[in-house]
């Protein structure tokens, strides 16, 4: 895609969900313990909750995050006006994108008891914006939507809602150190 095309993309994304779940979407059965297969990420780093729609034509997903009102970064970015960091808000958004690249691969709506999770490492923060803050206790809708896959490199199309406001849109690369 070029960087008019994401460009294009993350305008629209400012405005409009760029998930509306529609005929091929399907709800799935992913928590924490099937999140935990994808990612290789853990406490206190895993910031996705649970998957709970994957398309496979749209080649996107919904994903689920609640910020604890106990977190202790809370303690110390903008003490007494407490905001979400900026940078978790993005890895939030990636590590969707790494789930749902799961999904379009296998072409499938499970997890299974064999996946372990991808050996990635972040390569490019393509745009992000913060649109509004997130603090204590949000409850996150996170989308993701596949811009390209090249086997070593994937760029997805990430946003997160709080409610009905865009919080934050990005477009994320990351490298797949063993190719599939």
Avoid: N
Wanted: glycine share 8%; proline share 7%; hydrophobic share 50%.
């Amino acid at each position: 895609m070029s960087d008019d095309a994401i460009a294009a993309a993350v305008r629209a994304a400012k405005r409009k969900a760029i998930f509306a779940p529609g005929p091929t979407s399907h709800d799935v059965a992913c928590g924490r313990a099937e999140v935990e297969r994808l990612l290789p990420h853990r406490d206190p780093f895993l910031f996705v909750d649970s998957v709970r729609q994957v398309d496979l034509e749209q080649e996107a997903l919904l994903a689920r995050r609640t910020v604890r009102a106990d977190d202790p970064i809370f303690a110390g970015h903008f003490p007494g006006h407490p905001i979400y960091p900026g940078v978790l808000l993005l890895e939030t958004m990636g590590q969707a994108g790494i789930c749902l690249v799961h999904f379009l691969r296998r072409r499938t709506l499970e997890v299974g008891s064999d996946v372990r999770p991808a050996d990635v490492r972040a390569l490019k923060i393509h745009t992000a914006l913060f649109l509004d803050a997130v603090g204590p206790g949000a409850e996150l809708d996170v989308m993701a939507r596949l811009v390209s896959d090249e086997g070593m490199t994937a760029v997805c199309l990430g946003q997160l809602w709080r409610g009905p406001v865009i919080a934050a849109v990005a477009v994320m690369e990351v490298y797949f150190v063993e190719a599939p």
